[in-house]
């Protein structure tokens, strides 16, 4: 991991790296630096794409994308054995105009976790080829998902504002 | 041959869950398939954000229905990870057994999901027959059939009642005793061979491209498993095989689940011998209304039975977590391999590899 | 007796047909390990489905499922039940062409639903009774050949000098290759394909429900019995064994014992197909299509060629 | 089956058969789902009942939703309700579908189920066994028996009300009204 550390900071000027005791690299970068990256590490032998995530730091006006590879246990034997760590990598983007890069030209299986995290904090993917709904049908006001989307009251206001037959009948009958 | 759209799901017995494929079929080929998750949306991630640490438990594992158990595993780890909670000796093996139950128990049940979607009623019949002597055990051992919510963070709920390994392992001697029946009649029916060699075949680079996990990748021959890449629980203290097959089709899959399934089995054998037969099985923890867990970020792995399982959680200092992401198999399987998978195959195997992905809904959706 | 036989036999079948539909499902819970419905619960089925209300598609898709069941009874007129029989001519060509007419109706009635699943499920149908008509003609024309007649109740009191068709053996190989479609004649597993619940849910009787479905499971059990009774007609002579019934032949009593002989010997035949059914996934429609041409067309073909030398 | 059996047979053979051959449709709608296959197999064996499941909503006669319902799923159990020839009856399982259950703030998923659709019967439980499975079932029965269980004729009755629910819900149905007189 260390060998994998020196490389990176060779190659990329903008990167902050801690390594964890667990095999864990945390690798800080800006939100433009993100596919060269991976398309880096996946030449590498880091070839499985884990997992996208968002984090919404409401307090800090800012999104935190995590990028989570790691490797294919047989296609990283290059490495020792002990290399076989998982690579976080983390790009912030601003809250208000959160547009990021795709990167399913380089990891393919991308693809339902940006529509997900379009749909869940409307970010916009830029070069995705299909942004529509995986699994909402209604449209909400907020994107659920961020913070500020308060599904206690947003559940008052829907689902409970619909009366019951019985009410309904009587509100009927009575005007 | 005129283009027919045609709706999978979400209403049909051929499904395992509630899940839709939209189908564009010419004929009997399909041209085109379009995963239409979100049927059974929850929005788990964000309601846990709302919950205790300790609360979260019985979200977590109705995540994934036919196998909850590993889904307690992986939030149970996490928050070890992040409170810095070591799980004492016994409470590993006991670990390590109640998951490797829970993995014949959800191989019985895609076994069934299999059979069923075939029209193989018997071997269906038998499977979930099977699945029911494991769930009288487990209903034993926590005192519900489904949702055990048995691990906590720390170690298990409570210790194995008396003489219950024995009662364990006569079960699991009756359930493999069957197993040269489902040989003779499913895995080597010359029908059912037909019915899936070839069907659904994911090559190990595209299985690799598009990100497979799971007995997905096991199928194209490259033993790719959490349980001995990056050992957690007891697992690094028995030793194990990992089956693997090179066909990378149904039928490979299929025999890849059994022999899996098998090999959980021996494997339960080995960490009831070398279990220590005495010792604490749970570290305390502090009391769940005011335990804080202090800030940081984990990412922690195991293998379910459905493949890799992956947690992302985010602890702010706070009562409560700050972020969690689950990284399910089945989404990689539902959404990205399987519409690759079904491009050119026949209307009447969609279920067929559907099942052999063992995609479960839930999964996708959260 | 002829007139009886009008009322009796379409009644016969269908209680027989309702009764083995129920038996099957009893036999096919205790190869699972359970318990089972009771063996009325067909009966049970189809009152219930009179009992809802249907919704129809338009005109052909009533017309369709009723051209359906009255082509099925029809079939019972030509099909001697021991010796029971309405009509003596016509005989195997007739019958040939009545059998087609069955899931022409059902046909009818699925293209007026304009359901998707249920058009697939027309097409197999169609692809799997071409895929079975060409061994099923070739081992009917072995039979008429054989027996230098088409009438079926002839063929029958043939045999029952001699007991059974399998006796003379150059009916063994076409007896062998009816054995092996009747499946796919009757729509078990392995070619329960038409109606696959769990690919096409149920296929071409996917939009049937109330009386529809009623007069559908009618037409099924019919099919039933059809299926069955041709077999044992042809090959295990129909209402006979080995002469037994001889010496009291001619009287009630003899044609009540033919019935019951005719009844125990389609059982035994049913049970037979319910255990392949019970150990033998479905076929996919070309698998099933592949097989059904290759090898009992081709023991068909050599049973046919063997009896046209003989002759 | 006793004399008293028989008789009720004579009187109204439909309600009777409509009791014992419950053909079920069922959505796999969150983790009921689970318990059934148990239910319709060996061990339990549903069949004995005269309950098998079937493929469409056309053929069946009960409806059960296992489980919370999140609103793309209710789209869809609309739909198959509306489908299923009368007589027909709802069974709700899990407590999910009564009042939310543990997903009372889940913005995805309806709070109470017979709001949109008349149901007849609730399973209680999370997940309710397979016994409670069949004593729902045996209630079901002696609701049927009084004339009790008569989820479609309100459907019917009050359809303007049910149809405004669903269209407060979801803006635009996308489907015509199944009876007339469907506005308030």
Redo the contacts between chains.
């Keep these: 991991m260390e060998e994998l550390k020196k490389k990176l900071l060779a190659y990329f000027t903008d990167l902050t790296i801690q390594i964890h005791d667990d095999y864990r690299m945390c690798i800080n970068t800006q939100k433009e630096t993100v596919v060269s990256l991976l398309n880096y590490l996946k030449n590498m032998g880091y070839e499985h794409f884990a997992l996208l995530s968002c984090i919404d730091w409401i307090d800090k006006g800012e999104f935190e994308l995590i990028y989570i590879l790691s490797a294919y246990m047989e296609v990283c034997d290059k490495y020792q054995e002990k290399e076989q760590g998982i690579i976080i990598i983390k790009a912030r983007i601003s809250r208000d105009d959160a547009k990021v890069i795709s990167v399913i030209n380089v990891f393919e299986n991308a693809e339902p976790y940006e529509r997900e995290l379009h749909e869940m904090f409307g970010i916009k993917f830029e070069g995705h080829p299909r942004l529509t709904p995986l699994?909402?049908?209604?449209e909400?006001e907020i994107p659920?998902f961020r913070k500020d989307?308060d599904?206690?009251k947003?559940?008052d206001n829907?689902?409970?504002?619909?009366?019951?037959?019985e009410e309904?009948?009587a509100n009927?009958e009575r005007t | 041959m005129r283009e027919l759209e045609l709706f999978f799901g979400?209403?049909?017995?051929g499904?395992?869950?509630?899940f839709s494929i939209t189908l564009k079929v010419e004929g009997d080929r399909i041209l085109k398939a379009d995963a239409n998750p979100?049927?059974?949306?929850?929005?788990f991630e964000?309601?846990m954000e709302?919950r205790t640490w300790m609360q979260n438990f019985?979200?977590v594992c109705?995540i994934n229905?036919?196998e909850p158990d590993h889904m307690e595993l992986i939030y149970s780890m996490a928050v070890e990870k992040l409170a810095g909670i070591e799980v004492p000796e016994r409470g590993k093996f006991i670990r390590s057994i109640y998951c490797e139950m829970a993995r014949v128990g959800s191989h019985l049940?895609g076994l069934?999901a299999y059979a069923?979607m075939l029209g193989f009623d018997t071997v269906?019949?038998?499977a979930?027959?099977h699945?029911?002597l494991l769930?009288d055990l487990f209903e034993e051992l926590t005192g519900a059939?489904?949702?055990h919510i048995y691990l906590r963070p720390g170690g298990v709920r409570r210790d194995f009642p008396d003489g219950f390994t024995d009662r364990l392992v006569e079960t699991l001697h009756k359930i493999g005793g069957k197993v040269p029946d489902y040989n003779a009649t499913f895995f080597e029916n010359s029908i059912f061979k037909k019915r899936a060699e070839g069907i659904g075949t994911v090559t190990r680079e595209e299985a690799i491209r598009m990100g497979a996990v799971g007995h997905t990748i096991k199928a194209t021959g490259m033993k790719y498993d959490i349980r001995k890449i990056e050992p957690y629980d007891a697992y690094d203290q028995v030793d194990f095989d990992i089956p693997v097959r090179t066909g990378g089709d149904a039928y490979s899959r299929l025999l890849t689940i059994r022999d899996d399934m098998i090999e959980s089995v021996h494997m339960i054998f080995k960490l009831i011998d070398k279990m220590p037969k005495s010792g604490e099985v749970y570290t305390k923890t502090p009391n769940p209304f005011k335990w804080t867990i202090p800030e940081g970020e984990a990412y922690v792995r195991c293998e379910s039975s459905r493949g890799e399982l992956g947690l992302y959680i985010v602890s702010n200092g706070g009562e409560k977590p700050y972020r969690v992401h689950f990284n399910t198999p089945s989404y990689n399987h539902g959404l990205t391999v399987l519409e690759k998978a079904l491009v050119g195959e026949s209307v009447s195997d969609v279920g067929n590899i559907m099942i052999s992905l063992y995609v479960v809904?839930?999964e996708i959706d959260r | 007796m002829k007139i009886l036989s009008l009322f009796i036999s379409p009644l016969l079948a269908l209680i027989i047909g309702l009764l083995f539909l129920g038996i099957s499902?009893k036999i096919t819970?205790k190869i699972?390990?359970?318990?089972?419905?009771?063996v009325y619960?067909p009966l049970?089925?189809v009152?219930?489905?009179?009992?809802?209300?249907?919704?129809s598609h338009g005109a052909f898709f009533d017309f369709g499922i009723i051209l359906s069941l009255s082509s099925s009874v029809v079939l019972i007129y030509f099909l001697p039940v021991g010796d029971l029989y309405a009509m003596t001519s016509g005989g195997l060509i007739a019958f040939l062409y009545l059998m087609l007419l069955g899931p022409f109706g059902i046909a009818l009635s699925s293209a007026a639903s304009g359901n998707p699943n249920s058009s697939i499920g027309v097409s197999r149908k169609f692809l799997l009774a071409l895929a079975y008509e060409v061994p099923l003609l070739l081992v009917l024309l072995t039979v008429m050949t054989h027996y230098n007649t088409i009438s079926l109740v002839e063929i029958v009191n043939i045999q029952a000098g001699t007991g059974m068709a399998f006796s003379s053996w150059a009916l063994v190989l076409p007896g062998i290759a009816y054995f092996l479609i009747l499946p796919a004649v009757l729509g078990v597993r392995p070619f329960e394909i038409v109606s696959a619940?769990?690919e096409i849910?149920?296929g071409p009787?996917?939009?049937?429900?109330?009386k529809h479905?009623a007069f559908y499971t009618l037409q099924h059990a019919l099919q039933l019995f059809v299926g069955l009774a041709l077999f044992v007609n042809i090959f295990l002579g129909g209402g006979t064994l080995f002469g037994l019934l001889n010496p009291i032949a001619g009287t009630v009593w003899a044609t009540i014992l033919g019935i019951i002989i005719f009844l125990v010997k389609m059982f035994i035949v049913l049970v037979i197909e319910l255990f392949i059914n019970a150990v033998y996934p479905r076929f996919r429609i070309e698998q099933a299509m592949r097989y059904l041409w290759k090898w009992p067309t081709l023991i068909a073909f050599v049973g046919l060629v063997i009896v046209a030398i003989l002759n | 089956m006793d004399r008293n059996q028989i008789s009720k047979w004579f009187k109204n053979?439909?309600?009777?058969?409509?009791k014992?051959?419950f053909?079920v449709?069922y959505?796999?709608?969150?983790?009921g789902?689970?318990?059934i296959?148990?239910s319709i197999?060996?061990?339990w064996?549903a069949?004995?009942?005269?309950i098998i499941?079937?493929?469409?909503?056309?053929?069946a006669?009960l409806f059960l939703i296992t489980g919370?319902v999140?609103?793309?799923?209710l789209?869809?159990i609309i739909r198959?309700y509306e489908?299923?020839?009368?007589?027909k009856y709802t069974v709700a399982f899990g407590s999910c579908p009564i009042n939310?259950g543990?997903?009372?703030?889940?913005?995805?998923?309806?709070?109470?189920l017979?709001?949109y659709i008349p149901v007849d019967g609730y399973i209680a439980g999370?997940?309710p066994?397979p016994e409670a499975i069949f004593i729902g079932v045996t209630h079901l029965w002696k609701l049927i028996d009084m004339d009790k269980a008569d989820g479609y004729k309100?459907y019917r009755r009050?359809y303007k009300?049910?149809r405004?629910?669903q269209e407060?819900?979801f803006k635009e149905l996308g489907w015509p009204p199944l009876f007339k007189d469907a506005s308030?």
């Design positions: 699994m909402l049908e209604r909400y659920p989307f599904t206690l947003y559940v829907t689902f409970g504002k619909i009366p019951s037959i309904r009948k009927y | 979400p209403q049909h017995l499904m395992v869950g509630n979100g049927f059974l949306h929850r929005g964000k309601l709302n019985p979200l109705r229905v036919v049940f069934w069923n269906a019949h038998w979930m027959y699945r029911d769930l059939r489904v949702y809904a839930p | 499902r819970a699972h390990w359970r318990c089972g419905p009771p619960q049970i089925d009152i219930r489905s009179f009992s809802q209300k249907s919704i619940p769990q849910s149920s009787v996917a939009e049937f429900g109330g479905l | 053979p439909g309600k009777m058969a409509n014992y051959s053909h449709v959505f796999c709608t969150g983790c789902i689970i318990e296959p148990p197999t060996t061990r064996d069949e004995r009942f005269g499941p079937v493929a469409t909503p056309r053929q006669n919370y999140s609103t793309k799923t789209k869809a198959t489908q299923m020839p009368e007589p939310g543990m997903y009372y703030d889940s913005y995805n998923t309806i709070t109470s017979d709001k999370c997940m066994r309100r009050d009300f049910y405004a629910n407060q819900l308030l």
